[in-house]
């Protein structure tokens, strides 16, 4: 533990904190909710852009979608959710003729080693834990003739839930709409 500003003895013997270590402790701590606040979006999902701009973007009209691992109770409406946030930016899906290939991958990185091999998906009534995950959705596009990334994202969020615990959809839709719509803001639009 580390302990911001400065301590005196009390008649007590005690320790306690000074006035200026007060202000200097409530200080940091200010910053740190600023820097906190400035890392997320306004929703309950974050984003990161990880890959921007080497493409020839003027030359991409036409997309489709691939998915990797993405668990089936997500994907249509993963894939529907990007698909309009994508579309948004000026381009068309079209799954058999196509200048890029957007590949949305699932990965979840659970936050206790102890539970490391449950799956977050799979109903356990026996069991009395709850599983603390990051789940990732990583965006990654790429030229369809070559192969070659132009650009790349991603979405997650930690999740606290209980082994195979429903997932509200309705709830979630606008989530990952925003999420992608953030995600995708530097992505340039097509004219």
């Known amino acids: 533990m580390v302990i911001v500003g400065s301590t005196e003895k009390t008649q007590m013997g005690e320790r306690v904190m000074t006035n200026s270590g007060k202000s200097l402790?409530?200080?940091?701590?200010?910053?740190?909710?600023?820097?906190?606040?400035?890392?997320?979006?306004?929703?309950?999902?974050?984003?990161?852009?990880?890959?921007?701009?080497?493409?020839?973007?003027?030359?991409y009209k036409e997309y489709r979608i691939e998915t990797q691992e993405l668990p089936s109770f997500l994907g249509?409406?993963?894939?529907?959710?990007?698909?309009?946030?994508?579309?948004?930016?000026?381009?068309?899906?079209?799954?058999?003729?196509?200048?890029?290939?957007?590949?949305l991958?699932?990965?979840?990185?659970?936050?206790?080693?102890?539970?490391?091999?449950?799956?977050?998906?799979?109903?356990?009534l026996d069991e009395d834990l709850t599983l603390r995950y990051v789940a990732t959705i990583v965006v990654d596009i790429r030229e369809s003739s070559t192969g070659e990334m132009v650009w790349s994202g991603q979405i997650n969020r930690i999740h606290t839930v209980v082994p195979g615990e429903y997932m509200h959809e309705e709830r979630a839709r606008p989530e990952f709409a925003g999420a992608f719509r953030e995600m995708l803001a530097s992505y340039p639009a097509h004219e």
Not at 78 to 103: C, H, M, S, Y
């Open 25 to 59: 402790k409530t200080a940091v701590l200010a910053v740190l909710l600023f820097l906190s606040a400035c890392a997320q979006n306004g929703g309950q999902i974050g984003y990161s852009v990880n890959l921007c701009c080497p493409g020839n973007y003027a030359e």
């Open 76 to 103: 249509d409406y993963v894939i529907a959710e990007f698909d309009k946030v994508f579309q948004e930016k000026g381009l068309i899906r079209n799954d058999n003729r196509n200048e890029l290939r957007v590949t």
């Open 105 to 124: 991958s699932y990965r979840h990185i659970n936050l206790n080693a102890e539970q490391e091999n449950i799956d977050p998906f799979e109903r356990r």
